[in-house]
């Protein structure tokens, strides 16, 4: 396939507020031309985190330059610990300073963590603002800049405070990865093999296939990776937007598991997001062959492959010094607890997730204390 200037362009079509991806490499260099319909003014407001900005502030301002655009930036912290009150209500100060309106558009660049904050202040700002992003990991640029769930961790949990709010825009451009550090692609890979996993055998396979290739920068393996895991986003979240009909649900896949993973080593460096992500599909491919759901040699397919990327996949490497009994109270204060009860993406198959509502903790308990032992 030939890599054209625009790789491909997905509507993801929400009620009121359809907006597009444009998946193109270099297309950061084009911003300007892309962004100017969307903003009013001659200057627009930009938050970022600092590594990004040593890679891409100077490249963005002389993007939106060529069209007239002065870009005035915030630039936070890097890391998961900026997603708290403290960063957001800096964002929203600076965002009022800034004298952002409501049909102004202000510009997320960065992952995940700079995505989910921006969007969180700018559906708060005049009771809501308008936001692009121009996601700069793999894990945002496969799936946390399309969707509009935007958030901030408390002292209680992650993503516990949030709203959804979609941006106008998405600009993701391929090549703002060749600056991102290889265990960040590799994290972020993770979120695409869950695309397979969730209901597409056939891309499952495809990520067998090329998916060492793309983390290596194969320019085409990761257009393609892209623009299929984003047309898969769109057509769930266009489907249940809001999280209410157990559709969007699907995209949890491993997050229950991986969340209490991350809880236990304190959302720090010991283990990204994305690594909990892969390590908790991992684990529930193989409690799903537990419950006798599932053959046991589709959950070592899913295990072997991540490993042979070089995604994590042992419990015990990550000395956590708990029981499965701490890793399963981690999951009470999972904000998909309801009634009581906690629900459970498990998998019949490869590529046949579904959502169980029959999950009893004590027992994951016990099967985290053999995975722990393992
Ligand atoms: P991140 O935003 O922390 O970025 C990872 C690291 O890479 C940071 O150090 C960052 O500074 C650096 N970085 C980013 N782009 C770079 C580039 N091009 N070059 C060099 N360095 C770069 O992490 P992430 O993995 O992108 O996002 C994780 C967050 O996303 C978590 O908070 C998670 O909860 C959230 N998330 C949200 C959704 C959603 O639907 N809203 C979905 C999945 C994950
Ligand atoms: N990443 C989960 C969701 O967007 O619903």
């Known amino acids: 396939m030939a890599m054209t200037a625009e790789f491909a362009r997905i509507a993801v079509d929400v009620a009121g507020a359809p907006y597009d ?8 260099d084009r ?47 890097p890391g998961e610990a900026t ?10 100060d600076f965002l009022i300073a800034h004298d952002v309106e409501r049909r102004d558009r202000v510009i997320a660049l960065g992952g995940g963590v700079i995505g989910d904050l921006v969007g969180f202040a700018a559906s708060m700002v005049k009771r809501g603002c308008g936001f692009i992003q121009i996601p700069t990991t793999l894990l945002a640029q496969v799936d946390s800049s399309v969707g509009g769930k935007t958030a901030i961790n408390t002292a209680a949990g992650k993503n516990l405070v949030g709203a959804f709010h979609q941006p106008a825009l998405v600009l993701a451009d391929p090549d703002a990865l060749d600056t991102l550090p290889l265990r960040e692609t590799r994290a972020g890979y993770a979120e695409v093999v869950k695309y397979g996993l969730i209901d597409d055998p056939d891309f499952f396979g495809w990520c067998e296939a090329h998916g060492a290739k793309l983390i290596a920068g194969d320019a085409q393996a990761r257009a393609h990776a892209i623009a299929h895991s984003v047309a898969a ?33 304190g959302f720090s ?8 992500v892969g390590l908790g599909m991992i684990l529930a491919a193989r409690y799903s062959v537990r ?27 990550l000395n956590m010094a708990c029981d499965g009994r701490r890793l399963a109270d981690h999951m009470t204060h999972d904000k998909k607890m309801d009634a009581g009860t906690l629900p459970f993406l498990l998998l019949r198959g490869i590529g046949q997730t579904f ?20």
Do not use: C, Y
């Open 355 to 374: 959502l169980a509502h029959d999950v009893d903790l004590a027992d994951v308990a016990v099967f985290l204390d053999a995975e722990l032992a393992r």
């Open 83 to 92: 997603k708290s009150w403290t960063h957001l209500a800096q964002v929203v």
């Open 233 to 265: 986003k769109a057509r769930i979240v266009a489907a249940d937007e809001k999280e209410l009909t157990g559709v969007r649900a699907l995209l949890n896949l491993g997050h229950t598991f991986g969340h209490a993973l991350e809880a236990q080593t």
């Open 31 to 77: 911003a300007g031309e892309h962004v100017r319909p969307f903003v009013r003014k001659d200057s627009v407001a930009i938050v970022t985190d600092a590594h990004v900005a040593t890679h891409w502030q100077a490249r963005l301002d002389t993007a939106l330059g060529a069209v007239g655009l002065t870009g005035v930036w915030l630039i936070l912290p």
């Open 269 to 276: 460096d010991r283990l990204l997001h994305g690594e909990g």
């Open 291 to 317: 419950r006798g759901l599932m053959a046991g040699q589709d959950a070592e397919r899913i295990a072997a492959h991540l490993q042979s990327v070089g995604l994590p996949v042992s419990l015990a490497a």
């Open 21 to 28: 991806v444009v998946i193109a490499p270099g297309v950061i």
